[in-house]
């Protein structure tokens, strides 16, 4: 199979649509077609697509509006995705993580780990963690 670029726009143009983000409302064939038949539509257009369908409301319109505004710093931003800083140990890291996960697991907010016996904060590993 091979790339068919009509489906790609059209389904490219259905992940334009801000109503249709907002609600979550996708026509059958946008949902039928990367999952039946991924070889006709564009590994991008596929990457998009997921991050606007997998992950709720919040998500795909957070990740909508970073994409955008890379190509348009000037651009107006519609919301923020709310963050939430937990506190944890190095010595039960994995048994908290755990309870952690189960408790914000159904909320929309984006976690911020931090260790009570470490100084920074943030994503990634920081020099003084080794």
Known sequence: M???DSLTAKLHQQLQDCIT?????WPQWCLSLPEYLPPVIAPDERYTFFFRTA???SRAVHFTQEHELANDPQRFRMGQL?????????????DEA?????QHSSRPDKLVFE???????????HQDFF
């Open 2 to 4: 091979c790339i068919r």
């Open 21 to 25: 983000l907002c609600s979550q409302a």
């Open 55 to 57: 992950f709720g409301v």
């Open 82 to 94: 709310r963050s939430c800083k937990v506190t944890l140990s190095r010595a039960n890291a994995g």
């Open 98 to 102: 755990v309870e952690i996960l189960k």
């Open 115 to 125: 260790y009570s016996d470490a100084a920074s904060v943030g994503s990634g590993v």
